[in-house]
């Protein structure tokens, strides 16, 4: 048996759909995978087959942008938990109507409000859909100046709600999950040595492209405090991110997982 812990669909950043994804599993020989789509469950909300894992993965903040990934206990998903994405869908729909009419009156730039926002009630719009409507519609603009234009450094830029690593953790448990770190060696050390030691289930030391000796300093962060590993291809469907399968637990890798989420 081959369990992938993290991966997206169109309901955040991602290509595929729940009948995609799955298919590319049964692909992969991946026989079992979590849904975590960025700060929203709404994929998830149809009915799902046997072999997915609902789940979430939670924006929090600490000097840069800290991903937790939830896994539902009994693949039961609050009430709370579904407010709160369709909460972030709005907040995140606000922000780039706001970013976007900065960008026309500031810097000049050829917006399509109405095509940007056009999957806004079930997709949260981020900074990665506007640089492909500025891509688009401004042919001339190098990727250099589109990253600027998106950046924190530009006039335009609207920062989006945060919420502390802990604070994350805490909503996380509160809602019937089991709370992962996600993608660690992602992260600057500075920020790492902050947050190892708070009350995670678990982290992701097999992540893509992660070298061994990461894998070897986060299996024994795990033991030191007491986390199960977790595996995750962070398929988005694109060539920008690894298939799904890439990254996966075996039977009594995923053994300490299961007995925590049922």
């Known amino acids: 048996m081959r369990y992938d812990l993290h991966n997206h669909t169109i309901y955040s950043d991602g290509l595929d759909t ?3 994804i799955s298919e590319r599993a049964k692909k992969n020989n991946v026989d079992v995978f979590a849904v975590t789509d960025h700060d929203s469950v709404l994929a998830l909300l149809e009915d799902t087959p046997d072999n997915i894992i609902k789940g979430i993965e939670l924006s929090t903040y600490l000097n840069e942008s800290i991903h937790l990934v939830g896994l539902f206990k009994n693949n039961q998903i609050p009430k709370k938990i579904i407010d709160f994405s369709y909460d972030f869908l709005n907040k995140r729909k606000e922000r780039a109507i706001k970013m976007v009419n900065s960008l026309a009156s500031i810097y000049n730039l050829k917006v399509d409000l109405e095509d940007l926002i056009k999957n806004a009630n079930y997709k949260a719009v981020t900074r990665g859909d506007m640089a492909r409507m500025l891509r688009k ?3 001339n603009l190098k990727d250099e100046e589109i990253k600027f234009y998106l950046s924190k450094d530009s006039k335009a830029y609207i920062p989006t709600t945060k919420i502390s690593v802990k604070e994350g953790i ?3 448990k509160e809602n019937n999950c089991v709370v992962i770190l996600a993608h660690p060696m992602l992260y600057k050390k500075e920020n790492l040595e902050q947050i190892l030691g708070l009350p995670f ?8 492209n992660s070298k061994i000796e990461d894998y070897l300093y986060f299996k024994g962060q795990a033991k030191k405090y007491n986390y199960f590993i977790s595996a995750g291809s962070d ?5 920008s991110h690894a298939d799904i399968g890439t ?3 075996d039977e009594e890798g995923f053994k300490p997982i299961k007995e925590l989420i049922g």
């Open 201 to 208: 289930d678990g982290i992701e030391a097999i992540y893509p």
């Open 235 to 239: 398929c988005h469907g694109d060539n």
């Open 137 to 139: 519609l401004n042919p």
């Open 247 to 249: 990254c996966y637990l």
């Open 18 to 20: 729940l009948e995609s």
């Open 170 to 172: 805490d909503f996380l």
